[in-house]
Structures are given as structure tokens and as C-alpha cells.
């Protein structure tokens, strides 16, 4: 089965700081590719997902870039501002298979 | 609108004592339907995931069953709650295609 391998665990950066958070998954075969936001006590948030078949994909701060030939994709956020500060959550599934998940990024973003 | 409601939030219940948490979906038809729990460790562990009324998938052996009496209904039970089943439990669904969404999550405490 798929497994996703996510780092850094934790990463602290300055506001208005970049930071990115990286995956790696195992499955040639996956195909979609979330990221969620789970702020303390709330269920994730989905905040932008990619598809194998485009490289990257923005939504303001926020990007994803995808290379399928080395199994990897990775959040970028831009001028990180405090309410950046969450868990952040990869995942990949192949084709309407369940997701799995990597194991969250604690991202603190001091004032 | 599509959304899911999941109660209760917030749960304390002693050892040996039962568990119903109940989760509703709306604004959609036979979506799939899921249960994570998440422990302190912040990763996302899938228990059960459910395709149609009565089909029920088990991801891990544990103290806990599913049921989906209705097709938008997903309940998630224990007979005796151990200590370990301490955790916060998200119900999630997938509409169509392989996004999940889910609900806002229920704290379960047993003492």
C-alpha cells in the first residue's frame, strides 16, 4: 500500500517568512495529492490539493508542486503570518482510494 | 450545501462504560464515509471507512465497531471503553473523487 513520509516535524519561521513543508509517498500509481490545516482542536481543513497531471497549483500564499518522477511534493507559504500557525497535513491516494496521510508538520509562525 | 455534523463534542467516560459517537452528512447521497482517530502523536489513523448501508471496512483490530444504519449516517461504538481508546475521533466523507472532508471532531476521555 501507499505510505507518505512527511518532514519537518515541527518548523518555526518569522512572520512574513517562506516555509515549506515536504512529502515523499511510495505508490507510482497515486494520483491526488491534499494538504490540510488543522488548527488546536478542530478537524483538518482542506486548503489546496494537486493532480498528477499539473506540476504546480496556487492559491494566493499558498502553492503545491508535484514531481511524479521522484515521488515528491511539497506546501509553500509566503509571507507566513501568525494565523499560518497550525498542523499541516499531506496526503496521497491513488484513484477513489483511500488517503493516506503523513504524520503532520507543527508549523509556528512567531510574530 | 454539502456538510457533516459529528456529537458529541466533547465526551468523559469511566473505564468498562459504553460509546455511541454519531456523525450525519447532508446535501449529498451514498458519499463515502470514514472514522480517524488521532492521538497524541498528532497522526491521522484510519479505523473504518464505510462505501454503502451496512458495509462496513475495518483498517485495525480494537475495542471499537461501526455501524451506518442510514446512508448518511456513520456511527462509531465501543461495549467497554479501555483507557487507550482515549483520543480525538473525526468522522470524515468524500462526496466524489477522492477529496475528504471532515467534521470538527470529538474529544473522548475515558478515566
Known amino acids: 500500500g501507499e505510505n507518505v513520509e512527511q518532514h519537518p516535524s515541527t518548523l518555526s519561521v518569522q512572520e512574513g517568512d517562506s516555509a515549506v513543508i515536504k512529502c515523499t509517498y511510495s505508490?507510482?500509481?497515486?494520483?491526488?495529492f491534499p494538504w490540510y490545516k488543522q488548527e488546536l482542536g478542530k478537524g483538518p481543513q482542506l486548503i489546496i490539493d494537486?493532480?498528477?497531471?499539473?506540476g504546480e497549483k496556487k492559491d494566493q500564499r499558498i502553492a503545491v508542486t508535484l514531481n511524479k518522477t521522484a515521488k515528491h511534493f511539497s506546501l509553500h507559504i509566503t509571507e507566513t503570518q501568525p494565523e499560518d500557525s497550525a498542523v499541516y497535513f499531506c496526503?496521497?491516494?491513488?484513484?477513489?482510494?483511500?488517503?493516506?496521510f503523513g504524520k503532520g508538520t507543527m508549523l509556528l509562525v512567531s510574530p | 450545501s454539502q456538510t457533516i455534523h459529528q456529537w458529541p463534542a466533547t465526551l468523559v467516560q469511566p473505564v468498562g462504560s459504553p460509546l455511541s459517537l454519531e456523525c450525519t452528512v447532508e446535501?449529498?447521497?451514498?458519499?463515502?464515509l470514514y472514522w480517524y482517530r488521532q492521538a497524541a502523536g498528532r497522526g491521522l489513523q484510519l479505523l473504518f471507512y464505510?462505501?454503502?448501508?451496512?458495509?462496513i471496512s475495518s483498517e485495525v483490530p480494537q475495542n471499537l465497531s461501526a455501524s451506518r444504519p442510514q446512508d448518511r449516517q456513520f456511527i462509531l461504538s465501543s461495549k467497554k471503553l479501555l483507557l487507550s481508546d482515549s483520543g480525538f475521533y473525526l468522522c470524515?466523507?468524500?462526496?466524489?473523487?477522492?477529496?475528504?472532508?471532515f467534521g470538527e471532531g470529538s474529544w473522548l476521555t475515558v478515566v
Open positions: 470524515a466523507w468524500r462526496p466524489a473523487g477522492n477529496t475528504i472532508y
Open positions: 505508490d507510482s500509481a497515486s494520483n491526488y
Open positions: 494537486i493532480r498528477s497531471n499539473v
Open positions: 496526503a496521497a491516494s491513488p484513484r477513489y482510494s483511500t488517503l493516506t
Open positions: 446535501g449529498t447521497s451514498n458519499p463515502n
Open positions: 464505510s462505501v454503502g448501508i451496512g458495509q
